[in-house]
C-alpha cells in the first residue's frame, strides 16, 4: 500500500509505503504539510491542492511517481486500485499496469477549480479500467464529468462501501470477493479471459 502521510510510521498490521509531507521534519519527503482536498478557510487550517504551488506539484508528483514505480518494480501488480480520480491514479496510467479507482468527489470539485488538475485527472479516468463510486448520485457527477465507455464507471458492490456505523462491518472474505471479481474483469478487459 502506498499512501502520502505525516509521518513515516503507522500501526497497521500490513506493509505501507509512505511518502512522507511534513515541514517540520527534516526528513520528511516533501517539506509542505499533506495536501488534503478542498480550500480550508483559514491558512493555518491545513495545506490543500489548491494552494499547491507549481513547484510543489512537480516534486509532489515526481516522489510518488518514484514511489508508485518502486511499488510496480518491487511486486509487479496485476492490478492497481487507486482512491480518487486524481494525481495517484494519473501516475498509475504511466505505469502501463491495468488499474481501476474510487472515486470519492471532493477530488471533482478540485478538478473543476483548479485548471492544472482537470488534465490528470481526465486522463486517469479514461484509461481506468473501472471506477467505483459510492452511489447513483456519484456515479451520475462521474458520468458527466467525463467521456467514458459504457460500464466504465458503477456503484461500488455494498461490501466495498463504507458502512454506515462500525456494527455493519463486512466480513473481510466477502470484501476480498468482490475485489476479486472486480480485478479480474480489469484484467479480462484488458488481456482477455484466460477460460
Not at 502521510?5 to 526528513?27: K, S, T, W
Not at 479507482?101 to 471533482?108: D, K, M, V
Not at 447513483?136 to 466495498?160: H, K, T
Amino acid at each position: 500500500m502506498l499512501v502520502v502521510d505525516r509521518q513515516a510510521q503507522g500501526d497497521e498490521p500490513l506493509v505501507v509505503e509512505r511518502l512522507v509531507c511534513n515541514p517540520l521534519d527534516p526528513a520528511a519527503d516533501l517539506p509542505f504539510e499533506v495536501p488534503q482536498f478542498g480550500a480550508p478557510a483559514p491558512a493555518s487550517a491545513g495545506n490543500a491542492f489548491l494552494r499547491l504551488t507549481a513547484e510543489q506539484l512537480a516534486q509532489y508528483r515526481q516522489q510518488l511517481r518514484r514511489r508508485l514505480d518502486g511499488q510496480v518494480e518491487q511486486f509487479d501488480p496485476h492490478v492497481i486500485h487507486a482512491q480518487h480520480i486524481w494525481v495517484l491514479a494519473q501516475l498509475a496510467v504511466e505505469t502501463g499496469v491495468p488499474y481501476l479507482i474510487s472515486a470519492w468527489g471532493p477530488e471533482l470539485v478540485d478538478g473543476q477549480v483548479d485548471p492544472r488538475y482537470a488534465p490528470l485527472a481526465e486522463q486517469a479516468a479514461v484509461n481506468a479500467g473501472r471506477i467505483l463510486v459510492p452511489d447513483a448520485s456519484m456515479l451520475a457527477r462521474v458520468e458527466q464529468s467525463f467521456e467514458l465507455d459504457a460500464g466504465r464507471a458503477l456503484i461500488a458492490p455494498e461490501a466495498l462501501r463504507l458502512p454506515e456505523s462500525l456494527d455493519a462491518a463486512v466480513p473481510v472474505a466477502t470484501i476480498c470477493g468482490d475485489l476479486l471479481r472486480l480485478y479480474q474483469a480489469v484484467l479480462d478487459e484488458r488481456f482477455g479471459g484466460l477460460s
